[in-house]
Structure formats: structure tokens, C-alpha cells
């Protein structure tokens, strides 16, 4: 893991960060980063949160939002793969909810 920050002068023998910026080269959802800078269709970014938690889905046929299961701010997905279907709610900044589908 990397930070960059900048401390306050100490303060009783004390060091305290005004601010700090950390980041890791393997950070869990680096791929689903990687995939929207590429501007890549929703289908591509959501398989690449899904395998990188353990799910089979290559190729991504399609993705469709779920209208059933989204509310506002709470995006559901229905992420249809070659072999398998799966309900995806997406959560920021933790894993995803997967769902496998028959």
C-alpha cells in the first residue's frame, strides 16, 4: 500500500496527518476502474466485479438493469454471461451482492 500525506508539525511528541491519500496496487475493485476508464459497455465492468469475487462469466453476453430490484441510489443488474445468469447489486466501494439465476 502507498500514502502520500503531509503531517502537522508534532504536538507533544506527536505526529498527526492533516491529510492522507493511500492507495493499493491490488486494490479489490482495481479491474471495475480499469474496465470504465476503457469506457467499456456495463456488461464488461460488472463481469470484472464478478469474477474478481469468484463468479464464472466469460464472455458477458449482456447486462440489463433490474427496474424489479433497483431503487434510487441501489442499481441492480441482471448480467447475462455465456454459461450462467446472475442478479448483481452493486455496492460502493465493497463487494457486490451476486446472485446466481437458473
Known amino acids: 500500500m502507498h500514502c502520500l500525506g503531509k503531517l502537522a508539525p508534532a504536538i507533544g511528541g506527536v505526529a498527526i ?28 465492468v460488472i463481469a470484472v466485479q464478478i469474477r474478481r469475487q469468484g463468479f464464472a462469466c466469460k464472455p458477458p453476453v449482456s447486462a440489463k438493469r433490474d427496474t424489479e430490484f433497483s431503487t434510487p441510489g441501489d442499481a441492480v443488474w441482471l ?19 451476486v446472485e446466481r439465476l437458473e
Do not use: H, W
Not at 454459461?83 to 452493486?90: G, I, N, P, S
Open 17 to 44: 496527518a492533516t491529510f492522507s491519500v493511500c492507495f493499493s496496487p491490488a486494490a479489490p475493485n482495481e479491474g471495475v476502474a480499469e474496465a470504465a476508464d476503457k469506457e467499456e459497455a456495463p456488461g464488461d
Open 79 to 97: 448480467l447475462q454471461c455465456k454459461t450462467a445468469k446472475y442478479r448483481v447489486r452493486l455496492i460502493p466501494d465493497m463487494a457486490a451482492k
